[in-house]
């Protein structure tokens, strides 16, 4: 079976590769601004803690209102990362990260929903802020993973758990005080004429976290490995979120000081290394394309490995060049091994995009053994993998929920597949929401926006509640889509 399915793989991904080659612009009629306005009022689907006046997805009422209580701090806010109700640091801060990258880069094409994006990403920093208010300290997570899993509850009536895991000095974690950092730094950017004094203060605190993140080395996957592992266990290493981190200080504070720790430390910190991987456990590839733009700008020569090591990625992901890390279905979906196929999708089709606009800019293509990549093919294989998404597949479906004719009615969702408190205001507890976990009805309660993990290599999806990695959402399924969503709405 398997060299079969390599054989398919490479099969479908050289018919890609013509078509992409043949047709300079795939039209498909898709609605990109219909689609970005949906995928970020997803993000009010995940919000936790009391809810904003302005709260658009009036299914959903204040949930957690007491986290952080049990340590003595305010916790409450942020956002629930999929379809539980357990606030993960480290996607939460990675989400917020591409969300700001996605503004800052694409901004300007959002339109009308560059309002309700930058209000996305405060919801992210306020919680953030609350997160590092302790010197030295940064709070992980919030919530008991095995007690929230052994129930299928709304967030309104939520009675599991409500642990509180931090990192300090004596149990470090710079993997998530690193991700912090560049979320932090990244939204600070956002912020520097919106709310220049809001915009400092992410920056002053996201300095201080980086420090933290660098002088108490270690994983938290170590410290914290009972209440983290294999939720969102960090198998890649801390060394590339250090560098992430130092990268995003960089661009926001244009400090000598993180380009020279980037200079000096991207060989220990092995900048080169698992370069093909881009997702809340891995940033070496959006590293070195985030590093690789000022290269291309012709004022950075000494981080010239960096675009070597992006051009390299680049190439990796394009269709008919064989690597052992990339496949594509014969619908045309890029597909890597693991869980949740669209968060590889997502994340590695914006970096595809954030770069044919840097090469754009600098009239560059990419080097790729006997032919060169130009930009417009590196668009066009990411507006191939949005197309997918929103409908342009083998089983003709969205998988965007509320987009579309034909979309999952099934997710994994705790609060989308329990009667919400407006239709069914008595509490539903731990093991009583079991039989809509079990039902084959559709989920009462639209969570408009999501796009769920979708299907592999075969473009099968069973639309079933108990298949979680092909029916769960995610926030950072959605957050890079931001960025892609909103250039397609304007160049399509």
Not at 464 to 475: A, D, I, N, V
Request: aromatic share 10%; hydrophobic share 40%.
């Amino acid at each position: 079976m398997a060299g079969k399915s390599l054989t398919l793989s490479g099969l479908a991904a050289a018919i890609i590769l013509v078509m992409l080659l043949l047709s300079p612009e795939i039209c498909t009629g898709h609605d990109y601004r219909d689609a970005l306005k949906k995928s970020i009022l997803f993000f009010e689907g995940q919000h936790s803690g009391k809810l904003p006046p302005d709260q658009s997805l009036k299914w959903r009422r204040d949930s957690a209102l007491r986290d952080g209580s049990s340590a003595g701090v305010d916790l409450t806010g942020g956002y629930y990362d999929a379809g539980d109700n357990v606030k993960f640091g480290f996607p939460m801060a990675f989400t917020t990260t591409m969300m700001s990258w996605s503004v800052i880069d694409f901004g300007k094409t959002m339109g009308p929903e560059l309002e309700n994006a930058v209000k996305a990403i405060k919801w992210g920093t306020d919680y953030l802020l609350k997160a590092t208010a302790i010197p030295s300290v940064v709070f992980v997570q919030v919530g008991d993973a095995y007690s929230d899993h052994n129930c299928w509850e709304r967030p309104e009536d939520m009675d599991t758990l409500r642990t509180v895991y931090k990192v300090d000095k004596d149990h470090p974690g710079s993997e998530v005080a690193g991700e912090t950092a560049a979320a932090l730094a990244a939204a600070s950017i956002v912020f520097a004429k919106r709310d220049p004094a809001y915009s400092k203060r992410l920056l002053d605190r996201a300095a201080r976290v980086f420090a933290f993140a660098n002088k108490y080395r270690g994983a938290y996957s170590d410290s914290l490995r009972q209440a983290v592992c294999p939720f969102y266990c960090n198998f890649n290493g801390y060394e590339d979120e250090l560098l992430w981190g130092a990268a995003w200080l960089h661009k926001a504070s244009k400090k000598r000081v993180y380009r020279l720790y980037i200079v000096k430390n991207k060989e220990i910190l092995r900048a080169g290394e698992t370069i093909h991987e881009f997702g809340w456990d891995n940033k070496h590839a959006g590293i070195n394309v985030l590093i690789s733009k000022m290269v291309l700008m012709g004022k950075a020569d000494y981080f010239q490995s960096f675009k070597q090591n992006a051009d390299e990625f680049i190439c990796s992901l394009l269709p008919g060049i064989s690597h052992p890390q990339v496949e594509y279905s014969l619908g045309g979906l890029l597909v890597k091994s693991g869980g949740s196929n669209m968060q590889h999708v997502t994340s590695l089709s914006f970096l595809l995009l954030t770069y044919s606009n840097y090469l754009s800019h600098a009239k560059k293509v990419v080097p790729c053994g006997q032919f060169s990549a130009s930009p417009a093919l590196l668009r066009q294989v990411a507006k191939r993998q949005v197309d997918y998404i929103l409908g342009d597949n083998p089983m003709k479906m969205s998988y965007m929920v509320g987009y579309g004719s034909r979309f999952p009615q099934r997710i994994h969702h705790r609060g989308s597949s329990v009667p919400s408190v407006v239709d069914h205001p008595a509490r539903i507890g731990c093991k009583e929401g079991s039989r809509y976990f079990l039902s084959p009805n559709p989920n009462p309660n639209l969570l408009i926006g999501a796009v769920v993990g979708g299907p592999n290599v075969t473009d099968d999806f069973p639309d079933s509640r108990p298949y979680f990695q092909l029916t769960e959402p995610t926030t950072y399924i959605n957050a890079p889509l931001l960025g892609l969503l909103s250039y397609f709405s304007a160049h399509a």
